[in-house]
């Protein structure tokens, strides 16, 4: 797979301070101060956080609210870049002690690309983790900076370990996907600790457990389908461990951590040579045929983006991660985040804006659901605002994937009403005091937050 | 033949002696465990409209009746029956009902068209759902959304979105129940009185150049009205302008100063 390095120097960076799920980080620099590659710019005491880095040595021209590519305004450090490549001192730290390490995965500002911090993955408070997975189903992004297949899959391997050893695991798996041949080709007959593993496929009840006994190893590269979705970790925790997360619930509670590959290499990269999170790999696809991978520094603007993928014509709209479940953008001027996986560019006359009309009961969208609901149904209750009857169908179990909607013949917003059913659920249950909802609750049932 | 006769006496008397024990022991049940009821509550219940909305803050109108005489609750406090209601039910108690000022939904904002919209929204029409993407599609993130939410939420119809996408209240039909104020996602309806005439049409904390991108009739926080006034009943604070409306005289004067248009008097 063939990366392109973003070369030219953008006009500005942006680089927003709320690259995650959790506390927004306080600004560690001031208006007119210089910073250089990879110098904490960002910072916070909370441990629902993550630390924030400068991607580029420059001169920092504002800090202040602006738009991110969630779609809300988000405080962030803009920085008009010199042309240098000057950066802090980074040294390797492999030694770190397996209790520090999520202090360090904190500070080096690794985050999933879903959102959650990484170190809060692997050591959530109050609960045990005793099994890390590393989704590689999704992988547009691995190439990364790898130089061979053998590297990725070798680097992969140890960054398992790594976090193995920052959750105090004792399992670990790498989950690939079946139709992903070149990883499959990387990682087979590789050798850790001197047994040589196959990568598996798994079927019905062989699920992970299964091979960490077959293959007598505790780290095991298996395979499956791509499973697509915004909310899929449970369902994914399911189909690769067998472990049932309940509704409410997220994976950590069932004592499995879910780590992307970008955090892993990012993870890697920390501890082998230093480097901070600051740069990644994302995918840029449409207008033409062809999709391209770019290697970007973390606050590069899509305009920058857009421009070294050689469109130049009018854009219909911009569409970040993904055209089914992504956000689409109202400016150009959004950063690309530690979040952003892909962006996605059509050109006007091919933006639908299909007006939905009634449904005609045709069942297309219960068919193609991929986790068993009904989403005709669901849909009309979120439109009346029958809540408690969508919780009742179990809208939580939907995993965000926007097959209902995509094929609906009617152009009914379906995947919009189960989110809104679900944001409306959540804000009924929100304000509830405690002893009120103790039969009510809609948190996690099993005993952790 | 005999045989038959008895076997019919006796189970008459059986039957018969067991229905007038137990007519005894409900006799004195019904007397013993009497419930005191307060014949006040059913007639009050009974001039209720008897829709059970909730409006008035309670489980309905038979719970709102027994609160009226038990505990004291106002004897206004029907927002749907109004006036008459109320004047029923001090009739009942033998209370005197001043009549109180009638208030209605009133939209603090002026956006509407007036407001750039920074992205074209195809979805389901709901202020909520509009919202849940990057916090609406208007400039201003304080503004009214125009989407319709408190339409959907008035039993009674008296909302509607008019041409200028913003909602207007139909005196007629509403009841002062609340429930639209309670829907707004962005709090910009309120109650009005109808002798609070002045008002300032913008809820944006925004400072001013922010609002003067997004918006042509947004408040500024520019503090002229706060000047102008002369019963100093005008407080800028963090960029918007509020008015003291019990020491405002509707004179008129900021209306005619604020450079943005964003106070009206009706």
């Known amino acids: ?449 | 033949m005999s045989e038959l006769v008895t076997l019919l006496v006796q189970a008459t008397a059986i039957l018969g002696g067991l229905g007038l024990a137990v007519g005894v022991m409900l006799v004195v049940a019904s007397k013993k465990f009497k419930v005191e009821t307060n014949p006040l509550v059913d007639e009050i219940v009974e001039v209720l409209p008897g829709a059970n909305c909730g409006a008035c803050g309670y489980a309905g109108c038979a719970d709102f009746a027994e609160r009226v005489v038990n505990e004291g609750a106002p004897i206004n406090g029907c927002p749907v029956g109004g006036f008459d209601v109320a004047k029923e039910i001090g009739g009942i108690l033998g209370q005197e009902v001043v009549e109180g000022e009638e208030q209605y939904p009133f939209v603090r904002c002026n956006g509407g068209l007036n407001c750039v919209d920074r992205f074209d929204y195809v979805g389901f029409e709901d202020c909520k759902a509009v919202m849940m993407l990057s916090d609406g599609e208007k400039g201003c993130n304080y503004g009214c959304m125009g989407r319709g939410t408190c339409v959907r939420a008035c039993p009674f119809g008296a909302l509607s979105i008019g041409e200028d996408r913003l909602p207007h209240v139909n005196k007629n039909l509403c009841t002062s129940c609340g429930l639209c104020i309670a829907s707004c996602p962005n709090d910009i309806l309120v109650f009005a009185k109808e002798t609070e005439k002045v008002h300032v049409l913008c809820m944006s904390h925004d400072k001013g150049k922010a609002v003067k991108e997004s918006c042509t009739v947004g408040c500024i926080g520019c503090k002229i009205c706060e000047k102008s006034c002369p019963e100093e009943a005008i407080k800028v604070t963090n960029f918007l302008a509020e008015i003291d409306q019990e020491k405002c005289t509707a004179c008129g004067l900021c209306v005619e100063k604020c450079p943005q248009n964003s106070i009206s008097i009706r």
Not at chain 1, 257 to 283: M, N, Q
């Open chain 1, 1 to 449: 797979m063939e990366i392109k390095k973003l070369e030219t120097l953008p006009e500005k960076v942006i680089i927003p301070l709320r690259q995650h799920r959790g506390a927004v980080c306080e600004p560690l620099v001031k208006k007119g101060d210089r910073v250089l590659i990879g110098q904490k710019i960002g910072g916070s005491a909370e441990y629902q956080s993550s630390a924030v880095h400068s991607s580029v040595c420059g001169e920092v021209i504002a800090i202040e609210e602006a738009a991110h590519p969630d779609g809300n305004k988000v405080m962030s450090v803009i920085i008009q870049p010199e042309d240098s490549n000057e950066s802090v001192a980074f040294s390797a730290c492999k030694d770190v002690k397996p209790d520090k390490l999520a202090e360090f995965i904190k500070e080096s500002g690794i985050v999933e690309h879903y959102g959650m911090p990484t170190h809060t993955v692997l050591r959530p408070k109050g609960k045990k983790i005793d099994t890390v997975l590393i989704n590689a189903t999704s992988s547009e992004w691995i190439g990364g900076t790898f130089k061979t297949p053998d590297d990725y899959a070798f680097q992969m391997i140890d960054a398992l370990k790594l976090l193995m050893k920052a959750a105090g695991a004792k399992k670990g798996a790498i989950v690939l996907r079946t139709d992903d041949k070149e990883s499959i080709d990387a990682f087979e007959g590789i050798e850790v600790d001197k047994k040589k593993l196959k990568v598996a496929p798994l079927i019905g009840s062989r699920n992970v457990g299964y091979y960490f006994n077959e293959q007598n190893s505790d780290i095991v590269i298996v395979s499956q389908e791509r499973i697509f979705g915004k909310k899929i970790l449970n369902f994914f925790t399911y189909r690769v461990t067998g472990r049932k997360v309940k509704i409410g619930c997220d994976p950590t509670d069932a004592g499995v951590a879910v780590c992307g590959i970008r955090s892993a290499k990012a993870l890697y990269d920390a501890v082998h040579e230093g480097t901070p999170f600051y740069d990644t790999v994302i995918s840029v696809e449409g207008v033409s045929n062809k999709m391209e991978y770019l290697f970007v520094r973390i606050g590069t603007t899509f305009k920058d983006v857009i421009d070294s993928y050689g469109y130049t014509g009018e854009i219909g709209k911009i569409i970040a991660n993904g055209v089914r479940t992504g956000v689409a953008q109202y400016t150009d001027q959004v950063p690309v985040t530690k979040g952003t996986t892909r962006i996605s560019i059509q050109k006007p006359e091919e933006v639908i804006r299909g007006e939905s009309i009634e449904c005609i009961h045709c069942a297309r969208c219960v068919d193609v659901c991929p986790v068993e609901l009904i989403p005709s149904r669901l849909a009309v209750m979120a439109d009346q605002g029958r809540f408690d009857e969508c919780r009742q169908i179990h809208v939580e179990n939907c995993i965000e994937c926007g097959d209902c909607a995509a094929v609906c013949p009617s152009k009914i917003h379906i995947l919009q009403l189960i989110r809104y059913a679900k944001d409306a659920i959540e804000m009924a249950y929100e304000d509830m005091p405690e002893k009120e909802s103790s039969n009510l609750k809609l948190g996690c049932g099993c005993g952790g937050e």
